[in-house]
């Protein structure tokens, strides 16, 4: 797919009334619209065959659609279990991204299109991502809010190494381990910044 991200999500989004012209202005995605160039970065650092513009695209996707679908439950207007039914759904045409003007819908099944060739894998990380983001809330003190956030962190990683997979051309489990520590670290200053 040579498509790049901005003319990806301004497909998805046509019918809602938001661009990636809108989300790349908005201070609140800023990182996340960063995350696919250090992942690539640290990919180099490790010597990982990798395909630049693939992980470019799919992860800039992906890390977009976190925060548009964070934004929509953190607000009330979504409960996460409906974002996974809909990935989990194959519409085989009937029903398109396109047509939808609900957000964190459209680009759901944006992604969904996009990783459909590893659409278990994915389905099943987004799974683990949400139960860890449920099980943050039943936190009770400090100690169990900091491990809370480290298995959200980590269940972010591997679902983004489980997304970006078929854009890495061998595995590396120092930098698969590397990632999944920073993504613990960056969740918990996260938290940090938060209190």
Known sequence: ??????TLVNSALESSGLSFEEIE????FKTYIKVPNYVCKYLE?????????????????????????DDEIDNGKLDGRIILERFD????????????????????????????QHHHGVYEALKNLYRSVISEKDARN????IE??????????????????????SRNSDFE???????????????????
């Open 1 to 6: 797919m040579g498509t790049d991200l901005s």
């Open 25 to 28: 202005g908005q201070r609140r």
């Open 45 to 69: 650092k490790f010597n990982v065959p990798h395909d630049k513009a693939g992980i470019e695209r799919t992860l800039g996707l992906f890390y977009i659609w976190l925060k548009v679908v």
């Open 89 to 116: 759904t194959l519409f085989e045409g009937k029903v398109h991204y396109s047509d939808v003007n609900i957000p964190s819908i459209a680009l759901t099944d944006l992604l969904r299109d996009l990783t459909w």
């Open 142 to 145: 400090i100690r169990q809010l």
């Open 148 to 169: 809370a956030r480290k298995q959200v962190g980590r269940a972010t990683a591997l679902a983004t190494l489980e997304v970006m997979s078929p854009y890495i051309y």
């Open 177 to 195: 381990r590397f990632f999944i520590d920073l993504g613990e670290a960056a969740n918990v200053y996260d938290l940090y910044l938060d209190l």
